[in-house]
C-alpha cells in the first residue's frame, strides 16, 4: 500500500507540473501585457515577458498578415503593431472558411484559438467578419472568466501541491475540481457560444439567432465553420486524469492505515507554497491595478448592450391571418436579397487572384466593399474623393458608427489614410 500512498502523490504531482508549464506560469506571467500594448505603456512590461512569449510561441499558428521575419519574436511584433495572442496552451481551435478567403491565401481556413485567459490566431480578420454578421467582437467573449483565469489557476496549483503534501480528507475531495477541468471549460464555452449566436446585433448580413458549433463543422451565412479541442484541451484531460488516479489511489492506501497525521515538515511544506501562490496572486492583482483591468472590463460590456432582435419587437397582440401572411413575406424578400448578396460576395471573390491589395484593406475593407473597392454589402468606393473618404471614416470612427467601428477602433488615423490612399489608386489598376 505505500506503493500506492507514493505514486498517488507522483501522479499529482505530474498532473502539477502540466499545469504549471501549459496555464499558470504563461497566464500569471505575461498578464496584462496585451493591455500594456493597447495603452501604449510598452516599457511597462517586464523583461521577462519577452523570452517567456518567444519560448511559448514556437510552433503556434501567427496570422498570415505577419511579416516572416518578426514571427515569434514579440519585441519586433509590438513595434510593427502585429496581431499577439496569449501564450497559455490553446485550449480550443474555431476556423471558417469563406470565398473572400481562398484556399492559397489562407491554408488553414481563418482560425481563431480560444485560450483560458485569451485568444490567438487571426482574432481581428474574424472580429470583422463576426460584425458583418452582427455577432460581437470576440474579445467579449467569455470576458469575466479569462479576467480570473489566472487567479483560479494559482488557485488549483496550491490545490495539487496541498494534496501532495497533506492527507487531508478536504483536500481530497476538492480535487474533484482538477478532475472535471475539461468539462468546465466546455461548459463555460459552450455558454459563451450560446450568448455569441443570441446576442446579435444589426450587421450587412441578417442572421437568425442561433447556436455557434461547439465541435465539428458548421455554416454560419456563407461562411463553413469547423471547431475542435486542441493541445491545451488534451492537457486539462490528462490533468483530470492523473488527478482522479491519484485521488483514488489515495484513498485507498489511507484506507489501509498510512498515516494521515499533519507533521512539522508538511505545516512547512505547506507554509512554502500557501507563501509563492498568495505572492503570484498579489502580483496578478498589481498587473490588474497597473493596466486597470476593471475599467476596461466594463468599458468592452459597454461596447455590446444588446439591442433586440427585430422578430422580438413584433406586435404583442396576436398577429391576424393577414399580417402572418405578410410576415412571412417580408421575410422571404429578407431572404432573396440576402441570397443576392451572397453571390455577389461570392463573384467578387473571384477576381482576388489578380488584383493586389494590402493586407489592411483586405482584412478590413474587402469583406464589405469587395476585393476591388466595387462594392459588396458595402457602397462602392471606386470614384469617391479621397478627401471625402478620409472625412467620412475619421467621423464615422468618432460617432462609433455600427457598421465601422470593428475595423475602425484598431486603425490608427495614419492608417485610415493610408487605405484611403490606396483605394484612391484602385481604379487606375
Ligand atoms: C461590416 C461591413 C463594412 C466594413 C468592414 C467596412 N465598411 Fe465601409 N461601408 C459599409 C456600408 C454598409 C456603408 C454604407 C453606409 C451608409 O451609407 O450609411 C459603408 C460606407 C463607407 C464609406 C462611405 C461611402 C460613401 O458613399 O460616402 C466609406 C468611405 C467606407 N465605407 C470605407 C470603408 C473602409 C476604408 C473600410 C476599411 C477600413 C470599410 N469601409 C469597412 C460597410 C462596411
Known amino acids: 500500500m505505500k506503493v500506492a500512498y507514493w505514486l498517488s502523490k507522483i501522479l499529482a504531482g505530474a498532473a502539477l507540473i502540466v499545469l504549471m508549464y501549459g496555464f499558470v506560469v504563461p497566464s500569471v506571467g505575461f498578464h496584462g501585457t496585451l493591455e500594456r500594448i493597447k495603452d ?35 519585441r519586433k511584433m509590438i513595434e510593427i503593431s502585429e496581431e499577439i495572442g496569449v501564450p497559455s496552451m490553446p485550449v480550443w481551435k474555431f476556423s471558417l472558411e469563406a470565398p473572400n478567403y ?20 487571426e482574432v481581428h480578420e474574424m472580429n470583422t467578419i463576426n460584425h458583418y454578421v452582427g ?25 495539487l501541491a496541498l494534496f501532495m503534501i497533506y492527507d487531508s480528507k478536504w483536500i481530497d475531495f476538492l480535487m474533484a475540481i482538477p478532475v472535471l477541468l475539461p468539462f468546465l471549460f466546455m461548459g463555460i464555452y459552450g455558454y459563451w457560444l450560446y450568448w455569441f ?84 496572486g ?20 459597454g461596447t455590446t448592450k444588446p439591442k433586440p432582435v427585430t422578430e422580438t419587437i413584433v406586435q404583442p397582440q396576436i398577429p391576424s391571418v393577414n399580417t402572418q401572411e405578410m410576415i412571412e413575406k417580408e421575410r422571404e424578400a429578407e431572404r432573396k436579397e440576402q441570397a443576392l448578396k451572397v453571390k455577389a460576395l461570392e463573384e467578387r471573390a473571384g477576381s482576388l487572384g489578380k488584383f493586389k491589395v494590402s493586407p489592411l484593406y483586405k482584412s478590413n475593407c474587402a469583406p464589405c466593399h469587395g ?14 474623393k479621397q478627401e471625402a473618404m478620409v472625412q467620412k471614416l475619421l467621423e464615422y470612427k468618432q460617432q462609433q458608427e455600427e457598421m ?22 484602385f481604379e487606375a489598376q
Open 40 to 74: 501604449g505603456k510598452v516599457e511597462d512590461i517586464p523583461a521577462y515577458v519577452y523570452p517567456l512569449w518567444n519560448f511559448y510561441q514556437k510552433d503556434r499558428y501567427i496570422s498570415i498578415n505577419t511579416p516572416q521575419k518578426v514571427r515569434g519574436d514579440l
Open 102 to 121: 481562398p484556399k492559397e491565401a489562407f491554408p488553414y481556413g481563418l482560425p481563431v484559438f480560444i485560450h483560458f485567459d485569451g485568444l490567438s490566431g
Open 135 to 159: 455577432m460581437a467582437h470576440m474579445e467579449r467573449g467569455g470576458i469575466y472568466e479569462r479576467a480570473l483565469a489566472p487567479y483560479a489557476l494559482i488557485m488549483l496549483a496550491l490545490l
Open 197 to 280: 449566436g443570441h446576442t446579435l446585433q444589426s450587421g450587412a448580413i441578417t442572421i437568425k439567432p442561433f447556436m455557434p458549433i461547439l465541435l465539428g463543422d458548421g455554416k454560419v451565412a456563407q461562411f463553413t465553420t469547423h471547431a475542435f479541442p486542441v493541445i491545451g484541451f488534451w492537457a486539462l484531460v490528462s490533468i483530470s486524469v492523473l488527478s482522479l488516479a491519484a485521488w483514488i489511489l489515495k484513498v485507498k492506501a489511507c484506507k489501509n492505515h498510512v498515516d494521515r497525521q499533519a507533521t512539522f515538515l508538511r505545516h512547512g511544506l505547506a507554509v512554502c507554497v500557501a507563501i509563492a501562490a498568495l505572492w503570484a
Open 282 to 301: 498579489l502580483y496578478t492583482l498589481m498587473t490588474d491595478i497597473n493596466v486597470n483591468t476593471l475599467a476596461k472590463i466594463s468599458a468592452i460590456v
Open 371 to 384: 476585393v476591388n473597392g466595387e462594392g459588396a454589402m458595402g457602397t462602392k468606393l471606386l470614384g469617391l
Open 404 to 425: 465601422h467601428i470593428a475595423v475602425l477602433d484598431h486603425m490608427s488615423k495614419e492608417e485610415i489614410q493610408s487605405v484611403i490612399d490606396e483605394i484612391s489608386r
